[in-house]
């Protein structure tokens, strides 16, 4: 039986709790980052018999997260996995209006949680493993929004975007390592999840977008979490995975 460890983050609710739920099958072990646990999460876990942790620390604060990430991975024998993979799917959109209506903390707050946390647990990640011999994964949760352009939107799309971005640049320093890592940053769609319920509550008079949004849950035309879940996660048990930095489900 492989020994496979999954550092996920945002497992609370929406596509996260999915994935872990998914995630929870004989061999798995998993780590959960997210500012609440979910009770259900636990339940699951513990009738399935696979283990799980919790941590509750708020991602806005990514360097002690990172930090706790890396001595924890650091108490770990480099023989006792055989796949370790880090999903960073925590992400939070802040209040939806032009970049001139926007709040300082607020913005600093989703740059945190959406940006600099996913790449200071993927540098903690990549750097405690690396002396690991097994097969490293990490995957991003990105967005179609880090690829096209949205009014009342720049912080989230700009998370997404620099995403994006340093995947690519991760991808090319990862390929010129012997055991490198494979990374992807990968759009999942529109799931109907907390993220949507935000976007179609939007103030239309401030975000030109609300109609779209309103029109896809009307038209039944979201995936629910497990479906996005289940699509995502496939993708990631690709053979070919981190052949494409940049990815989207939908596309594959
Ligand atoms: N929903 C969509 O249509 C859609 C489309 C494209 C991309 N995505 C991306 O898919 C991913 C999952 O989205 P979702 O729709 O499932 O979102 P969601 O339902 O809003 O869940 C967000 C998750 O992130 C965690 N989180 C948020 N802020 C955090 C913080 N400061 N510290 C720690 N954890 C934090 C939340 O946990 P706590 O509240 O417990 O902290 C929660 O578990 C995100 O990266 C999102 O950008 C979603």
């Known amino acids: 039986m492989t020994a496979h460890l999954y550092i996920l983050t945002g497992a609370s609710r929406g596509m996260g709790l999915a994935m872990a739920t998914q995630l929870l099958r004989p061999g798995h072990s998993l780590v959960c980052i997210s500012r609440h646990a979910s009770a259900e999460l636990a339940r699951l876990a513990r009738e399935a018999d696979v283990p799980l942790a919790q941590w509750t620390l708020d991602l806005t604060d990514g360097e002690a997260a990172s930090e706790r990430l890396r001595h924890w991975l650091g108490s770990q024998s480099p023989t006792q996995w055989q796949q370790a993979t880090l999903i960073n799917n925590a992400a939070a959109m802040p209040r939806i209006a032009p970049l001139a209506q926007a709040h300082a903390h607020e913005l600093a707050n989703t740059l945190r949680a959406g940006l600099e946390a996913p790449m200071q647990l993927t540098a903690a990640f990549l750097s405690a493993t690396s002396a690991w011999g097994g097969e490293r994964r990490v995957l991003n949760i990105s967005s179609g929004l880090g690829r096209r352009a949205m009014a009342a939107q720049a912080p989230y799309c700009a998370i997404k975007a620099g995403m ?89």
């Open 164 to 252: 994006d971005h340093f995947t690519r640049c991760l991808a090319l320093e990862e390929a010129s390592r012997p055991n490198g890592a494979r990374v992807c940053s990968l759009a999942p769609g529109v799931i109907d999840t907390d993220m949507q319920v935000q976007l179609r509550g939007a103030d239309a008079g401030a975000f030109p977008d609300q109609p779209r949004f309103a029109q896809l849950k009307e038209r039944g035309l979201l995936s629910s979490p497990q479906e996005a879940a289940a699509s995502v996660l496939a993708y990631l048990a690709r053979a070919d995975f981190g052949s494409q930095a940049v990815a989207d489900v939908r596309e594959t």
